[in-house]
């Protein structure tokens, strides 16, 4: 990686990410690997790839600060927007704006996904929660924090958490 900035937005140059480069960490019961920081690009967006499994699957959720959107790049997902349900395969991008809950479930595992928001800020909360990676293959034990932890982290990103996953409220499914 070359070039990548973590001065100030007039300072912010160009720069390259392969494929698996970027600061990954396990968390939210899944890989979240950093792409575009607040740093980067001025605080404007934030891009993280994400490696999800059924346990990645959040409980429904409003973002207070920023628009979130997925680009699926392998596997399959299904987003509940509000009232809208949105199925997604490789290829496909699904846009959630601020102010409307949400939740999704991953159908095919793992899916590989780019999680876009703006502004940035969701990339910190994602790393706060999680514990260094090394390699796709997840730790033993990987889920999504409990209340007690997701709850307070959350609220301090403007993120409210407002029910249940969508799968433990329509299939009585229950991550481990």
Known sequence: MSGRSSGP???RTPFLLRRGE????WSLGGRFTAK????????????????AFRTTEPPLHIHHKEDEAWYIVDGHMTFYVGDTVLEAGAGCFVFA????????????????VLVFA???GFERFAMELGEPATSD???AGL??????VLGPVAERYGIEVVGPPHRVTHTGYEPT
């Open 118 to 120: 703006s502004p940035a």
């Open 36 to 51: 575009v920081t607040e740093a980067d690009a001025g605080g404007r967006f934030a891009l993280v790839e994400a490696l």
């Open 97 to 112: 704006p601020s102010g409307i809950a949400h939740t999704f479930t991953v159908d095919v595992e793992p899916t590989r």
């Open 143 to 148: 889920a999504m924090p409990g209340p007690d």
């Open 22 to 25: 970027g600061q990954s960490v």
């Open 9 to 11: 937005s007039s300072a």
């Open 137 to 139: 293959k997840p730790p």
